[in-house]
């Protein structure tokens, strides 16, 4: 049979304030076990948690971002479950008034775009870590808890099952981690976990409108895992159904080795979160004026950031797309284009030799050896033709290796453009006389043979030559 | 009898308790007698009232986002019943969370 | 000259004009202490070594010539429930045995900050739950006036010690009476001040929207002083209220000149000893005589407090208590996994009483059961909150009994809960609505044994309460 998938995201993203949500502790990652803690994040008898100012402000940034809309009267609740990771043995979090819900985001995959629904954001704390003394939790003896952790702000972003393919759940979440750089919210660093899914997926036959049973995957961190996984599960699914199966409603674990998802646990007891309101903290208010407020302090999102580089520079919309889909990207081709460089020109470099070179480094925008002044420079200089575009490769390469201004390096290494029309027909008589066949062939009719020579001339020039001139000066005498 | 014996099991699972088999009839006994007794409240139309959570109107208590001392780690770890290396330390852990 | 039984503010005199030492003061309270504690048993810990040190602290300010505040060198105590550093701290519960906090609540700090000196930690009901001490995961405690009795609870040690001259005062915490009961049970007095007056940071919690920290004193004017030294905002506890503090001294005026008390009638119906009723009465003709206006008045949801305080209150505990799984502090019972540990270490370690509450509380929060108890609970809450607002329009003061009977035989309540938890009738509707409320001694039954009216004030107008307390004191 044909299905249709039902996919749904729960997004995890870490925030990045100073402190934890409801204590003064540095959230700082990677700090030594246990070193971050005091009596409030480790839950000690008698401690009252305190509203960290700016946890509440993000998440509202965030649900603005979203085009969610503010619940005036929000406040925190008791998720109550049993976990070492867990001091108090609840997660503080929200429940029935989370500080944002029904928002959208408009996604592109394959040329097409289409909305996901928000169903809701509400703030969290993140629990802490265990580390097992086996390779696994089951074959560990013992485990041992940092609570580092414990505490630092999350917001869980909630969306519709609004996706139908991994492609599509991948560019949600892609789309959210765009939102939530540009908003300047969260570090978005998957690797170091301030930003993972729990991924739901359902089949349905293709034209139902019913929902199938779905199984959740949780804490993925990776946008490869995140289709691979998602991929599998849709496979999985559909084989149990064709073979006459029912899907049973579970948590899976997505086993990144073996390319598999496996069922953690039938729930015998399904978790019975018994929320509740947390007395201990007050409800957060929130004006009209306050949410105005927020919202104009929200900087250009990448929707409007895109359509201003197609509408302002002729951008395509796949580079545009691309180019916003970063914040620092976005205000690394702003700088680019701000320091004199062809729009164009800009894209081009930052998508091609620019963004392969930083992989090959495993570096980030922000860290790239060759700033934005400086590409604008070297794009000048082709524009104005002081170096050929193919020369501007090797004066790239040497810039990223070197600080110098690429002025520097073009004179340093001799890489100026040869445009003295004596010169380069120095260098065309001698490549017509050392060449008599394609010559013959040239005259002969066989334009291709054009080609060949061209490349004589720019060999011997070390590739110096204007290429433009030479076709010109070659044709000419070719031809006389 | 407004609470079963699966009741019992159900809420004290959740509760991470165990009720010896020689104490469940007088624990269905006593709950039951305060269940009952708390049943007079089903007596009140509260249809048009909203709940109250906290014993006088609050709102909108925050704190700044300015780090504070931590604790010093022996202090964190001074009263764990078991612990490792900076950690605490906990016999094995079945499920995942 | 004996020290031991004397107030705050008369002991503040003679410190201060040099007639006795802090030194002298301490060690007068410790044999005392020793004397009487074999019989009475108020403390869990006691903390001699530090109470000499802060005294010498003290005498050495005094010898200085400086002045000293109104609890500096006062020996004090604390309810095992609210945490001291370096001092351990139980609950007088088994799993906190060995429970040494990091840090100091509040309230603590800020006795401490005053020189008070800490004579130690406080007998109670496990956790605050009960209203006898006979809950105490270590023992009971005895009433002074007699030691076959109850002292009350679940701040028994802290009232037990006042009245049998263990300390001049001390901290108690009130939950649905724990302050007001045991105060009324031993004749001394207690004070339950407006939620958010005294910060709750540090107060092993019971029940959130309802605990509150208090004194129990020897007369109301040390009330005032104790209050002076312990309200006010707190940035670690959200719910603190940042409403002005008053110096409460200043209410210590006896005037109750046009002072209109309200009787409601609901708490002179079933249940009510007939000795206490009549104590009741004459108080309020005493007030009358003195001024007040007595006006009959009607708090029509009484009936039903009982019933929404023992939704709320073990639903909030329930989850309060869930950190006691023996994995980061306080006692492990060792199993085969994390699970059985958690389940044995609570099994264990919990007392009865405090299991029972757990499991209403999780059965009123459980899916299914929600709405029917703990939301209906939220509800009824409203109701009981309105009555009060209603009946602030027409009177400042609303006088009670604080218990429907005095002090009860130790033993006499323990298998039946439910009877125990209908002692509360009087006290608990305070807590629900967040009020501020004292209870004050008015004479003996004919077995000799204390009484007690209670005085419920508005929302932070101690002032009110502690003016006519004090104007029914000196007017003995």
Redesign the interface.
């Known amino acids: 049979m044909n299905y249709e998938a039902v996919i749904g995201l729960e997004i995890h993203s870490e925030l990045k304030?100073?402190?934890k949500i409801f204590?003064?502790?540095?959230t700082t990652f990677g700090a030594?076990?246990?070193?971050?803690?005091?009596?409030v994040c480790?839950?000690?008898?008698?401690?009252?948690?305190?509203?960290?100012?700016?946890?509440?402000e993000f998440a509202i940034k965030a649900g603005l971002a979203t085009n969610c809309k503010i619940n005036k009267y929000s406040?925190f609740d008791?998720k109550?479950?049993?976990?070492?990771?867990?001091?108090?043995?609840?997660q503080t979090s929200q429940y029935d008034l989370p500080i944002a819900y029904a928002g959208h985001v408009e996604i592109d995959v394959d040329g097409v775009r289409k909305t996901v629904r928000l169903t809701r954001i509400h703030m969290e704390e993140d629990?802490g870590k265990?580390?097992?003394s086996g390779t696994t939790?089951?074959d560990?003896?013992?485990?041992?808890?940092?609570?580092n952790r414990t505490g630092v702000p999350l917001i869980e972003i909630v969306s519709e099952p609004d996706m139908h393919s991994a492609a599509e759940a991948r560019a949600y979440m892609e789309k959210i981690k765009s939102i939530l750089e540009y908003i300047d919210v969260s570090n978005c660093r998957m690797e170091e976990g301030n930003l993972r899914a729990d991924i739901n997926v359902s089949l349905r036959p293709v034209g139902s409108n019913k929902l199938g049973t779905r199984t959740e995957m949780?804490n993925i961190n990776s946008f490869k895992a995140l289709e691979d996984a998602i991929n599998y599960e849709i496979e999985r699914q559909a084989e149990v159904l064709d073979d006459g199966g029912t899907i049973i409603q579970e948590t899976r674990?997505w086993n990144p080795e073996k390319g598999i998802t496996q069922s953690?646990?039938s729930k015998e007891?399904a978790h019975?979160y018994?929320?509740?309101?947390e007395?201990?903290?007050?409800?957060?208010?929130t004006t009209d004026e306050e949410i105005e407020a927020f919202r104009k302090s929200l900087p250009e999102l990448p929707d409007a950031r895109r359509a201003r580089l197609i509408e302002s520079f002729g951008l395509s919309e796949y580079d545009a797309g691309i180019i916003t889909s970063s914040r620092a990207m976005a205000e690394y081709f702003d700088a680019v284009v701000a320091g004199g460089a062809d729009a164009k020109a800009a894209a081009n470099w930052i998508m091609g030799d620019l963004s392969k070179n930083l992989n090959a480094d495993n570096l980030t925008i922000e860290n790239s050896p060759v700033d934005a002044k400086r590409l604008a420079e070297m794009i000048q200089l082709i524009a104005k033709g002081t170096i050929s575009g193919k020369i501007a490769k090797t004066v790239f390469a040497e810039m990223w290796k070197s600080p110098a201004p690429p002025t520097q390096i073009v004179k340093d290494k001799g890489l100026v453009q040869i445009t003295d029309t004596g010169a380069i027909e120095g260098v065309i008589d001698e490549v017509i006389a050392k060449n008599p066949k394609a010559v013959e062939e040239y005259r002969g009719g066989k334009k291709k043979a054009l080609g060949a020579l061209v490349g004589q001339v720019m060999k011997l020039t070390k590739g110096k030559a204007n290429p433009q001139l030479v076709n010109q000066l070659l044709a000419k005498k070719l031809e006389a | 009898m407004k609470i079963s014996e699966q009741d019992i099991k159900?809420v004290a699972?959740?509760s991470?308790l165990r009720i010896p088999e020689e104490e469940k009839d007088d624990v269905l006994f006593q709950l039951n007698k305060i269940l009952t007794y708390v049943e007079n409240l089903q007596t009140l139309d509260t249809s048009n009232i909203e709940p109250t959570?906290?014993a006088l109107p609050?709102?909108?208590?925050?704190?700044?986002?300015?780090?504070?001392?931590?604790?010093d780690?022996e202090l964190?770890?001074s009263n764990a019943p078991l612990k490792?290396?900076?950690?605490?330390?906990?016999?094995?852990?079945?499920?995942?969370? | 000259m004996a020290l031991y039984n004397k107030t705050a503010h008369e002991l503040h005199d003679l410190l201060q004009t040099k007639k006795i030492s802090a030194a002298e003061l301490t060690a007068d309270i410790f044999s005392r202490i020793d004397e009487v504690e074999d019989k009475i048993g108020a403390y869990l810990t006691l903390t001699r070594d530090k109470a000499t040190d802060t005294a010498k602290l003290v005498d050495e300010k005094i010898s200085r010539g400086e002045k000293i505040a109104p609890l500096e060198g006062i020996p004090c105590a604390i309810k095992d429930?609210?945490?001291t550093k370096g001092i351990r701290?139980t609950?007088a519960s088994k799993i906190?045995e060995n429970?040494i906090?990091?840090?100091d609540?509040t309230a603590y700090a800020k006795l401490a900050a005053q020189n008070s000196i800490i004579v130690g930690k406080l007998n109670l009901d496990e956790f605050a739950m009960g209203g006898s001490t006979e809950n105490s995961g270590f023992h009971t405690t005895h009433n002074p006036h007699d030691l076959e009795r109850v002292p009350g609870g679940s701040s028994g040690g802290s009232a037990a010690a006042v009245a049998g001259g263990e300390a001049v005062f001390t901290l108690g915490s009130d939950t649905g009476g724990s302050i007001r009961q045991p105060a009324s049970f031993c004749g001394v007095v207690g004070f339950k001040p407006t939620y958010g007056r005294v910060s709750?940071?540090?107060?092993?919690?019971f029940a959130?929207?309802l605990d509150q920290i208090g004194p129990l004193t020897r007369d109301v004017t040390d009330c005032a002083l104790v209050l002076n030294a312990i309200c006010g905002l707190d940035?670690?506890?959200?719910?603190s209220t940042a409403a002005p503090v008053p110096d409460f001294t200043k209410s210590l005026v006896a005037d109750v000149k046009g002072l209109k008390i309200g009787l409601p009638k609901e708490y002179f119906v079933k249940g009510i000893d007939a000795e206490v009723e009549t104590a009741i009465r004459n108080v309020a003709k005493k007030f009358e005589s003195l001024g007040a206006e007595i006006i009959e008045l009607s708090l029509p949801h009484t009936d039903y407090a009982i019933s929404t305080y023992y939704l709320i209150a073990p639903?909030?505990a329930?989850?309060n208590l869930?950190?006691y799984?023996g994995?980061?502090?306080g006692a492990r019972v060792d199993g085969a996994d994390?699970?059985e540990m958690?389940t044995n270490t609570r099994t264990e370690k919990f007392g009865a009483e405090v299991k029972r509450r757990i499991m209403i509380g999780?059965y009123a929060?459980?899916?299914g059961y929600?709405d029917a108890y703990?939301l209906k609970a939220l509800k009824v809450r409203t109701l009981i909150q309105k009555d009060f607002t209603d009946a602030f329009k027409n009177v400042d003061l609303i006088l009670t009994p604080t218990t429907p009977n005095a002090a009860f035989k130790i033993g006499e309540m323990t298998s039946d809960p439910l009877k125990m938890y209908l002692q509360d009738i009087c006290t608990v509707p305070v807590n629900l609505a967040g009020l501020p409320g004292i209870s004050v001694p008015c004479g003996v039954n004919k077995n000799k044994l204390p009484l007690a009216f209670q005085l419920i004030g508005k929302a932070l107008d101690e002032e009110t309460i502690i003016k006519a307390a004090f104007t029914y004191e000196q007017a003995l």
């Open positions: 304030t100073a402190t204590c003064g502790c540095a030594e076990q246990n070193t971050h803690v005091c009596p480790l839950g000690l008898p008698g401690v009252l948690p305190t509203i960290n100012k700016k946890v509440v406040k008791r109550n479950y049993y976990y070492p990771d867990l001091p108090k043995n609840w629990a265990l580390v097992h939790i089951k560990s003896a013992s485990s041992n808890v940092d609570y949780k674990t953690m646990r007891d019975d018994r929320y509740m309101p007395p201990d903290l007050p409800p957060i208010v | 159900t699972s959740l991470r959570t906290y609050m709102q909108n208590v925050f704190r700044a986002d300015e780090v504070k001392p931590s604790l780690r964190a770890l490792e290396d900076g950690y605490f330390k906990v016999p094995r852990v079945l499920e995942q969370a | 429930n609210i945490c701290t609950c906190l429970f906090p990091p840090y609540a709750r940071y540090g107060l092993v919690a959130s929207s940035e670690m506890d959200s719910t639903a909030e329930a989850t869930e950190r799984d994995v980061s502090y994390v699970v958690m999780n929060l459980s899916a929600y703990y």
